[in-house]
């Protein structure tokens, strides 16, 4: 079996999801995992699936055809899974919305090596204003060579900066407020 992994975009429709499970079925593939969202009209997901060696070719082609339907599909090989040199933490931000901010926290989280894993982010009015705030929660791949307070003291700096709130939660359930 070979793993893939395919990203895909298409416009908002129903039956979407369906047509790509049926091409991966239809050629023998393990649909393992996902992650898919609608937004903004627009419909777009990435997933890992396992097919035949056989069938490999037979499915690109398939998901290609997919393209008629206005469904987008791109296929890479999947990569290898890098040795556990990190921990897990997730962080939430709150802060007044404004130009930058999730290129500042980002910036911030790059210094210090830290991937984002997962990050769902969004913009509403806040509850006894309308001021509109920005909101961000993330799932972090911290290093080992990074401390928990040296991530925390970094975010604590920029947090005074942007006037935002910060929480850390790590493995141990602990979590650090600011």
């Known amino acids: 079996m ?8 298409a416009p908002d429709q129903p039956g979407l999801v369906e047509r790509i499970a049926r091409c991966v079925a239809e050629h023998g593939g393990n649909w393992l995992e996902s992650r898919m969202a609608r937004m903004a009209g627009q419909f777009a997901g990435i ?25 987008r599909v791109l296929a890479e090989p999947c990569g290898p899974e890098p040795a556990c040199t990190w921990r ?6 709150v802060g007044d919305d404004r130009p930058g901010i999730l ?9 210090l090596g830290v991937n984002i894993e997962k990050l769902e982010t969004e ?6 204003s309308n001021e509109m705030l920005f909101r961000a929660h993330a799932w972090l791949a911290l290093p080992l060579a990074v401390s928990i ?12 900066d942007l006037m935002v709130d910060v929480h850390l939660r790590v493995d141990d359930g602990e979590d650090r407020a600011r």
């Open 2 to 9: 070979e793993h893939l992994v395919f990203t895909i975009i």
């Open 47 to 71: 997933l890992r699936v396992a097919v035949p060696a056989e069938s490999h070719e037979e499915l690109l082609e398939a998901l290609q055809a997919l393209n008629q339907h206005g469904i």
């Open 88 to 93: 897990p933490v997730q962080l939430e931000l």
């Open 103 to 111: 290129y500042d926290i980002t910036r911030v989280l790059t210094e």
């Open 123 to 128: 913009v509403d009015a806040a509850p006894m």
């Open 149 to 160: 307070e040296n991530l925390q003291a970094s975010l604590e700096t920029l947090a005074d």
